[in-house]
C-alpha cells in the first residue's frame, strides 16, 4: 500500500471565528487535491519518539476521529542552536491535544547555496496542550454525489477538473460551510492491493475557547474505468463531531 499527503502550515494558535470556505468550483468543475507524495502521511509526520512519549504519558492510547501535523519548521535559537518544530493535532471522542515537538539539529557544514547543513541530534521535547471533550456523540452521513446528465448531452463537453491546495474543497457543499475555515486538514490518499483509490480527509475548527467541530472522512472507488474519475463520483462517508472544549493542561515531555 501506498502513501500520498497533503498538508497546511501552521495556523495562527488562538480560535478562529466562523468564516465562509473558499468559493466553490463552478457546477461543471471537479476539484482535486493536488498530491505530495510522502513516506510519512497524517499524525506519523510526528517524529517517532515524540509519538512514543506521549503514548508512555498516556496521551493517545486511545483511537484517533482526527489527527495530523502542520508543516515542520526549521529555528535557530539566539545561542546559535537549532531545532526542528512539529506542530501536530490529536481529537478523541474525550480530548484534544495540541502537541508541538521539538528537535535537536546539528549543524555539520554549508551547502553550495549557503544555507545550514542540518541533522537530527539528541534531545529535545514534546510540548503538550490538552483539553477534555464533552457533549454530543458523534454523527455519520453517508453522502452521494448528484449524478450527472447521460454522457454527451450538452455541448460544453465533459466537466473540468481543478486541482487544490484545500482539501476541503473536494468535500461537500454542506459540509464545508459547516466546518468553515479549519484550523487543521489533511488528505491522505491509499492504494489498496485490490486497486483504485482510499481518501481520508480529516480537518477541525476550534471555533471559540469552549467548542470545537472535527470532521473525519472516508471514500473509496475502484481501478475502473479510470481511479480519478471513479474516486470523483465516490460516496463520502463523513462523521462530524462537535464537542465543547475544556480549560487547558500544559505538559512537557523529554524526548
Known amino acids: 500500500m501506498g502513501f500520498l499527503a497533503r498538508r497546511t502550515t501552521p495556523p495562527v494558535p488562538a ?10 468550483a463552478t457546477p461543471e468543475e471537479t476539484a482535486r487535491i493536488r498530491w505530495r507524495h510522502s513516506e510519512h502521511v497524517g499524525w506519523n509526520k510526528l517524529p517517532v519518539p515524540a509519538r512514543d512519549a506521549l503514548t508512555r504519558a498516556g496521551y493517545t492510547t486511545g483511537e484517533a476521529l482526527a489527527a495530523g501535523t502542520w508543516a515542520p519548521t526549521t529555528r535557530r535559537d539566539p545561542t546559535g542552536r537549532y531545532w526542528r518544530d512539529t506542530d501536530g493535532w490529536w481529537i478523541e471522542t474525550a480530548q484534544l491535544l495540541v502537541v508541538r515537538a521539538r528537535e535537536a539539529l546539528v549543524h555539520h557544514g554549508t551547502s553550495g547555496d549557503g544555507r545550514p547543513q542540518l541533522r537530527r541530534g539528541r534531545g529535545g521535547h514534546v510540548h503538550v496542550t490538552a483539553h477534555q471533550l464533552s457533549g ?6 453517508r453522502w452521494s454525489r448528484p449524478r450527472s446528465g447521460p454522457a454527451g448531452a450538452g455541448a460544453s463537453g465533459p466537466p473540468g477538473v481543478r486541482l487544490t491546495e484545500h482539501v476541503i474543497e473536494v468535500l461537500p457543499r454542506a459540509v464545508q460551510t459547516e466546518l468553515g475555515t479549519p484550523t487543521g486538514q489533511i488528505a491522505i490518499r491509499h492504494y489498496p492491493a485490490h486497486g483504485g483509490y482510499h481518501d481520508q480527509i480529516m480537518a477541525f475548527r476550534r471555533i ?6 472535527a470532521v473525519a472522512s472516508v471514500r473509496e472507488a475502484g481501478a475502473y474505468p479510470d481511479p480519478d474519475a471513479a474516486i470523483d463520483v465516490a460516496d463520502w462517508h463523513i462523521t462530524t463531531y462537535r464537542p465543547r472544549v475544556g480549560p487547558p493542561t500544559q505538559r512537557a515531555l523529554d524526548l
Open 208 to 213: 471559540s475557547a469552549t467548542e470545537l467541530i
Open 15 to 24: 480560535p478562529t471565528t466562523g468564516e465562509s470556505p473558499p468559493a466553490p
Open 136 to 141: 454530543p456523540v458523534p454523527s455519520g452521513q
